[in-house]
């Protein structure tokens, strides 16, 4: 089935060229940031909404990373809950560890919120948190974001691995989902 994104897509909001560029400089930042470290830093993305952001992250990063990638995600549809749930553990040792969670947007905050806890609690010696995105709007809870590519206004976005029940994460940018296609029921 052909995906119709001129149906599905209201606007992008942040094209192809515009994301490379910011991760560009993201990336330069997170050299300099890590420049002296002595163990490889654990990139923790979140799945499967971080995972081409990462990948681009990654790729211009010139310290020793481990990948890795858990499943915490307990968002249905377009509203976000409260409670995460792990679906998908990491198995790697993370005490003394440096850490950078790698998530694709922060909404509400609770999700990067827990995993942090969870992560200092298995003692971690630090987590840091960047985001592709990030709606202020939405925030419920406190959560420090260190870095961030974009801030966006409160609307449901698809793309460069945000999804709409698993739909649209491979298109190159960043979209306002349009509204009928959530609301109708059944999808
Ligand atoms: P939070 O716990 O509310 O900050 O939830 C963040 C998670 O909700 C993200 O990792 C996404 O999986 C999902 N999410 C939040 N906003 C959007 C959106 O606009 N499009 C797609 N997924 C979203
Ligand atoms: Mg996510």
Do not use: C, H, W
Not at 87 to 96: Q, R
Not at 150 to 178: A, H, M, S, T, W
Request: aromatic share 8%; net charge negative.
């Amino acid at each position: 089935m052909k995906v119709d994104v001129d149906r599905a897509i209201e606007k992008v909001v942040i094209d192809e060229e515009t994301i490379y560029k910011r991760v560009k400089q993201l990336s330069k930042e997170l050299n300099d940031y890590y420049d002296d470290v002595e163990e490889p830093v654990i990139f923790l993305g979140i799945l499967k909404g971080s995972v081409m952001f990462m990948a681009e992250l990654a790729k211009r990063i010139n310290f020793e990373v481990n990948l890795e990638f858990m499943d915490v995600s307990s968002y249905e549809g377009a509203q976000s809950s409260g409670n995460i749930k792990i679906e998908k553990d990491i198995d790697t040792d993370v005490s003394g560890k440096e850490i950078l969670i790698v998530e694709d947007v922060v909404d509400t905050g609770s999700t990067l919120k827990a995993l942090r806890e969870i992560l200092l609690k298995r003692g971690a010696k630090e987590v840091k948190i960047i985001t592709l995105l990030d709606k202020p709007e939405g925030r419920k809870t406190e959560v420090k974001v260190d870095r961030t590519g974009f801030k966006i206004p409160n609307e449901f976005v698809v793309g460069f691995g945000l999804d709409y029940n698993q739909k649209y994460r491979n298109l190159p940018y960043v979209g306002i989902l349009r509204r009928e296609i959530y609301e109708k029921k059944g999808e």
